[in-house]
């Protein structure tokens, strides 16, 4: 009679994606990965992941609170953001302040958007207990150089800034734009004509000397601050820094750890290019598996001409388009992530 002790363990994988942009949330791929998986025998521990920018709330567990704030056009907005037993609070810019919630760049007011809604988001944390405020810079409407930000979080901390109430605000940022070039580099995307860029870079140049001269903070001198219109430097002004997203992310849900104890990593996101390998999630899990010699399954939408070969080798990369087509590779994600997962690891146990 064979006991629990005569049955092989099995093998561990960890599945650590981005989201699939359009297609898939982080957990929803983890979860069709996990069926894959199982199917192949294999234990889980499911981790999606986020850079910093939009899916940075499911990286640390989801939503678990609404709040009622200031949107990027004015009008009220409901925000879902998360505040951990821990006390780390997760807020999205995106949920507050962003662009989708201003219909897209044809519906912004790319000179009138504003930060606000962040700003009151970030008071409201505070006021809730968070002792650590995170906070993804990505998908925003605004260049405001975080001004409806500072204004708001400040008015909601009784004129006090996060740090003077002894919580440590954290921006996530995978930018290196300076604060003055904010509308220059993203303002298009926003919206913005060429003359109003023109006026949204003058205003963030006199925004830069107001905060230095009135909260002594130099935004100039901060790669990134221009981050999210400028609310990267907004972030500075209310005595917070800027992280790396990814790491930011990494360190929080203990990714480290995690690989140590797997078997096999898989990860993945919607399109694998140039930039999967700067400062990117599969970039970013690939790096941390690699020295350890664990095999590594990389699954993406498409793999586009520019993917760096190089980081490519020794991995086993799935492009679901072209291994399932691409129809199928769009319309049925999830069934198309479970067979390449389960085929993968089949050839691993």
Same mark, same amino acid.
């Given at each position: 009679?064979?006991?629990?002790?005569?049955?092989?363990?099995?093998?561990?994988?960890?599945?650590?994606?981005?989201?699939?942009?359009? /297609?898939?949330?982080?957990?929803?791929? +983890? @979860? $069709? #990965? %996990? *069926? =894959?998986?199982? !199917?192949?025998?294999?234990?889980?521990? &499911?981790?999606?992941?986020?850079?910093?920018?939009?899916?940075?709330?499911?990286?640390?567990?989801?939503?678990?609170?609404?709040?009622?704030?200031?949107?990027?056009?004015?009008?009220?907005?409901?925000?879902?953001?998360?505040?951990?037993?821990?006390?780390?609070?997760?807020?999205?810019?995106?949920?507050?302040?962003?662009?989708?919630?201003?219909?897209?760049?044809?519906?912004?007011?790319?000179?009138?958007?504003?930060?606000?809604?962040?700003?009151?988001?970030?008071?409201?944390?505070?006021?809730?207990?968070?002792?650590?405020?995170?906070?993804?810079?990505?998908?925003?409407?605004? /260049?405001?150089?975080?001004?409806?930000? +500072? @204004? $708001? #979080? %400040? *008015? =909601?901390?009784? !004129?006090?800034?996060?740090?003077?109430? &002894?919580?440590?605000?954290?921006?996530?940022?995978?930018?290196?734009?300076?604060?003055?070039?904010?509308?220059?580099?993203?303002?298009?995307?926003?919206?913005?004509?060429?003359?109003?860029?023109?006026?949204?870079?003058?205003?963030?140049?006199?925004?830069?000397?107001?905060?230095?001269?009135?909260?002594?903070?130099?935004?100039?001198?901060?790669?990134?601050?221009?981050?999210?219109?400028?609310?990267?430097?907004?972030?500075?002004?209310?005595?917070?820094?800027?992280?790396?997203?990814?790491?930011?992310?990494?360190?929080?849900?203990?990714?480290?750890?995690?690989?140590?104890?797997?078997?096999?990593?898989?990860?993945?996101?919607?399109?694998?290019?140039?930039?999967?390998?700067? !400062?990117?999630?599969?970039?970013?899990?690939?790096?941390?598996?690699?020295?350890?010699?664990?095999?590594?399954?990389?699954?993406?939408?498409?793999?586009?001409?520019?993917?760096?070969?190089?980081?490519?080798?020794?991995?086993?990369?799935?492009?679901?388009?072209?291994?399932?087509?691409?129809?199928?590779?769009?319309?049925?994600?999830?069934?198309?992530?479970?067979?390449?997962?389960?085929?993968?690891?089949?050839?691993?146990?």
């Amino acid at each position: 009679m064979s006991t629990a002790a005569d049955t092989p363990a099995r093998p561990l994988v960890l599945i650590a994606p981005d989201k699939f942009r359009g /297609s898939l949330t982080a957990p929803e791929v +983890v @979860e $069709a #990965a %996990r *069926a =894959g998986a199982e !199917g192949a025998g294999w234990d889980v521990i &499911g981790m999606p992941m986020a850079d910093g920018g939009e899916g940075m709330l499911d990286a640390f567990g989801g939503a678990n609170r609404t709040s009622t704030v200031t949107g990027p056009l004015g009008t009220p907005v409901e925000a879902q953001w998360r505040l951990g037993d821990d006390g780390v609070a997760v807020i999205e810019s995106a949920s507050a302040s962003g662009l989708v919630l201003a219909g897209g760049k044809e519906g912004n007011d790319p000179v009138g958007a504003t930060s606000a809604g962040t700003g009151e988001l970030i008071a409201q944390a505070v006021r809730d207990g968070a002792t650590r405020v995170v906070v993804g810079l990505g998908g925003s409407a605004m /260049s405001d150089g975080g001004l409806g930000a +500072v @204004e $708001a #979080a %400040r *008015a =909601g901390l009784d !004129g006090r800034t996060p740090a003077e109430r &002894g919580v440590e605000l954290l921006a996530a940022c995978d930018v290196q734009t300076a604060f003055v070039e904010a509308a220059q580099v993203f303002g298009p995307q926003k919206g913005a004509s060429g003359d109003q860029v023109v006026e949204l870079t003058g205003r963030l140049f006199e925004l830069q000397g107001i905060y230095l001269e009135e909260f002594g903070v130099d935004v100039s001198a901060t790669a990134g601050a221009g981050a999210a219109g400028g609310l990267g430097g907004g972030v500075l002004v209310l005595g917070g820094s800027l992280v790396p997203g990814l790491r930011l992310v990494a360190e929080q849900v203990g990714l480290a750890e995690a690989i140590s104890r797997a078997d096999a990593v898989v990860t993945g996101e919607g399109a694998l290019d140039a930039e999967s390998f700067n !400062g990117k999630v599969v970039g970013g899990v690939v790096d941390e598996a690699e020295p350890d010699g664990i095999p590594v399954v990389v699954v993406a939408g498409v793999v586009r001409e520019d993917a760096p070969a190089a980081r490519l080798t020794g991995l086993r990369v799935v492009d679901l388009s072209a291994t399932y087509g691409a129809s199928a590779s769009w319309n049925d994600t999830a069934t198309c992530i479970e067979r390449a997962v389960a085929e993968q690891l089949s050839t691993l146990s």
